[in-house]
């Protein structure tokens, strides 16, 4: 998975919206319903449910039918009718506003649909009515780690202090640390959940899970599961989660139609199935399963999003093969996008494969969304924030780069992010801890080129100031559970330095050989003792005074660059030029790096202009581009003063960066048309011509004329022919296309003669 940088992604952060909710798991209802005699009834009916007992039904039923709206909801609830059970809350809290229990239950059964946002309302709700409420705080708990967010597990200790009986919330701690990749953590938090119920049936899930991620039979568990409950279905459904959480989708899929089978109306495991099988490109089934779930009632947001993003597909989305590719575009972009999306496509997997020294099996898939939210769909109920791109073994679903602002968004980097993954998780068999795959991806960013990949950012320059980096055997966590906002983005920059430092210190066949000893099952701590024969705390202690050292000058000098930069935008605001280049000079080496909006580079461009002084301001600015600059404005202006300073070859590349970020600008491809002619690159003018159409060009005369030439010099005359009669109907009159007309006419009677 790629992320958006840092910087974009902190206004989402600031308002506290977790971009990708995890959606539509299934969470054991709690026993013990409320606390009033009347819950007697619901906790019977609980307790034969949680038992298999045929009688379920028929209990619940009889709840639905009650006058006590309360009752009548849980009934409603445990018959899944969750419409008319949402309304009888609604009426029942109406009626007992000061009835913090009732209002957890209701919020659980937002959880169990998938809403969090409504959910975590009813929660505090319930808190302000009585703070100490243990499933409130259970309520909340679920909420975060749903949202896989870092606070989960601080919610459910608060519940256990406030009830320690709570075997839910204890259950969720084992959750949480196999989630963070802790798998013995998980199994101690299980044992004590068995410990205050012998019936904890999550808790012997987990360690059925625990078992069966290590290709365990995990028999001990699952038979005491199936004593208690022969018909748990959701045992296999957490099983089905942890699987996809680990990438290991194809298993995943095995274990919810285990689930299934067992229990076809386990709507959440339903949803996840048909969600998994998207993701893997079988959306035929995948609209089945999801259409199953939405007549049930069961219509989660997820259920809902999956189903018009299939449509969306269906409708507008073309496909292009080639023996070992599937490319999967917007129809109203594919003519546009296929030349650029392809090439890099081939020259990646050509890279990792001699890289890698591996082939892929079959052939890979790439899909690019330009509606953002029809991609996001296809990332949600996954880990991580606002990502950009999203492997499913051998499926990438990314963003088109006409799905984000202009300029921000390095689509080639992204592309190789996730096939670097692709060929990971194939020679793993999808068994690597996320941290390396995460790491090698964004190291790989770079390696295909120094001015690719994130660059430096406040965040993991504050997290390296504050000591706040992970140690190695716990750097998962910071993907999965983060505790503060940055720690992803700072996990993503740390897993990259930790693969450029083993590639530093040992080289690169290292990093492969730790991909095989992944692939032959060995965890974290194991592959670093075998491959660099250390203790991951000996590591720590050589890569953490490594990486300080590396980034000193940005940590040490970041607080005064700060300030400093703030009084060079006003000396730029104020125009008083001297002070810019002055005070601009000063600090741009001190965060080089820092190349967003406000940087230093281009304020001294700027400034040398308002000097008259084109070659410093040139210079600037390539320094901009060399470092990363992606401003679309800033590099089509470097393009130009290069054409002009007779730096044909240095012009064409920095376009041919721009369009590695952007593709949407007609004017960019007419400029990198005409010095392709010049260099006697017909065939990459022929490109850029046709993007300059592709893009929706108004000078279509223009466009046409500039493709026959690029078409005559390659040699390619009745194309020529085609394209200067198209450009002649657009415009008549327009002289040079009516000259070469006569020219390529009088070459074919030319060549008729002979
Ligand atoms: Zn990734």
Redesign the pocket.
Same mark, same amino acid.
């Given at each position: 998975?790629?992320l958006q940088s840092a910087l974009l992604a902190a206004a989402a952060l600031s308002a506290g919206v977790y971009l990708a909710q995890r959606g539509g798991l299934f969470h054991a209802t709690p026993v013990a319903a409320q606390s009033s005699q009347a819950n007697q009834q619901v906790t019977q009916c609980e307790t034969l449910r949680k038992h298999g007992d045929p009688g379920t039904t028929a209990c619940y039923e009889r709840l639905s039918m009650s006058k006590d709206l309360a009752i009548k909801a849980e009934g409603l609830w445990g018959l899944r009718q969750y419409f008319p059970a949402n309304d009888a809350f609604r009426d029942a809290v109406k009626a007992r506003p000061k009835d913090a229990n009732l209002r957890v239950r209701w919020g659980l059964l937002y959880v169990e649909n998938s809403l969090p946002g409504d959910a975590a309302d009813l929660f505090k709700e319930a808190l302000d009515l009585d703070a100490n409420n243990a499933k409130a705080l259970y309520g909340m708990a679920l909420v975060a780690s749903d949202a896989f967010a870092g606070n989960a597990a601080d919610f459910a200790e608060k519940a256990l202090k406030a009830d320690p009986s709570l075997v839910e919330a204890r259950e969720l701690l084992a959750r949480i640390a196999l989630e963070d990749n802790h798998p013995e953590k998980a199994v101690e938090e299980a044992k004590k959940a068995l410990d205050t119920s012998n019936e904890a049936l999550e808790a012997l899930s987990i360690l059925a899970t625990v078992d069966w991620l290590d290709d365990k039979p995990g028999k001990e568990w699952i038979d005491r599961v199936f004593k208690i409950n022969p018909t748990y279905a959701e045992a296999y459904a957490t099983a089905g989660h942890f699987f996809v959480i680990n990438r290991r989708y194809d298993e995943g899929i095995q274990y919810y139609r285990k689930a299934l089978e067992l229990k076809p109306d386990l709507w959440a495991a339903r949803a996840e199935l048909g969600v998994n099988l998207m993701r893997f490109g079988q959306n035929e089934e995948a609209r089945t399963q999801l259409e199953q779930c939405f007549k049930a009632n069961y219509s989660s947001p997820l259920v809902r999003n999956s189903l018009k993003l299939l449509d969306s597909i269906d409708k507008n989305v073309e496909t292009f093969n080639t023996p070992t590719t599937i490319l999967k575009l917007d129809k109203k972009e594919s003519t546009l996008l296929r030349p650029y999306f392809q090439a890099e496509l081939d020259r990646a997997m050509a890279t990792y494969e001699k890289k890698y020294k591996f082939k892929i099996p079959g052939p890979v898939q790439l899909e690019v969304y330009p509606n953002h939210p029809d991609f996001e769909v296809r990332t949600m109920g996954l880990p991580g924030l606002g990502a950009l791109?999203v492997?499913f073994g051998k499926v990438v679903a990314m963003d088109s780069p006409s799905g984000r602002p202009p300029g921000s968004f390095h689509w080639a980097s992204t592309l190789w /992010? $996730?096939f670097s /993954?692709v060929y990971v998780l194939s020679m793993t068999n999808h068994r690597v801890p996320r941290w390396f795959? $995460?790491g090698l991806?964004v190291y790989e960013e770079t390696a295909a080129s120094p001015d690719w990949g994130d660059r430096l950012d406040p965040p993991s320059i504050m997290a390296m100031k504050d000591k706040k980096l992970l140690p190695i055997a716990d750097l998962d966590r910071g993907f999965i559970h983060p505790t503060y906002p940055e720690q992803v983005f700072v996990s993503y920059f740390q897993g990259g330095q930790v693969i450029g430092f083993i590639v530093e210190k040992w080289g690169y066949d290292k990093v492969l050989a730790m991909i095989h000893a992944f692939g032959d099952r060995k965890d974290t701590v194991e592959a670093i003792e075998q491959e660099l024969k250390l203790k991951p705390e000996e590591f720590d202690q050589q890569f953490l005074p490594w990486v300080e050292a590396k980034y000193k000058k940005q940590v040490e000098g970041f607080e005064s660059w700060q300030q400093q930069l703030k009084l060079l935008s006003a000396s730029a605001k104020a125009k008083k030029w001297d002070d810019v280049i002055k005070d601009g000079n000063a600090i741009r080496d001190l965060y080089p790096d820092f190349v967003e909006t406000g940087n230093v580079y281009e304020f001294l461009a700027t400034a040398y202009m308002a000097k008259d002084d084109q070659a410093k301001a040139m210079a600037e600015l390539e320094r901009y581009s060399t470092i990363g600059g992606r401003s679309p404005g800033a590099l089509k202006q470097l393009a130009d003063w290069q054409i002009q300073a007779g730096k044909k070859r240095e012009a064409a590349a920095t376009l041919e960066r721009l369009n590695l970020i952007y593709l949407e600008d007609e004017t960019a491809h007419e400029k990198l048309g005409k010095p392709y002619m010049e260099l006697k690159n017909p065939n990459g003018a022929i490109r850029e011509y046709q993007a300059m159409l592709a893009a929706g060009t108004i000078d279509k005369a223009g466009a046409h004329f500039g493709l026959a030439q690029a078409f005559n010099a390659a040699n390619r005359p009745a194309d020529a022919l085609d394209e200067v009669y198209t450009a002649l109907e657009a415009a008549p009159g327009f002289k040079p296309a009516q000259a070469l007309l006569r020219e390529l006419n009088a070459k074919q009677s030319g060549n008729v003669k002979q």
């Open positions: 998975m790629r791109g492997t /992010h $996730e /993954h795959t $995460e991806a």
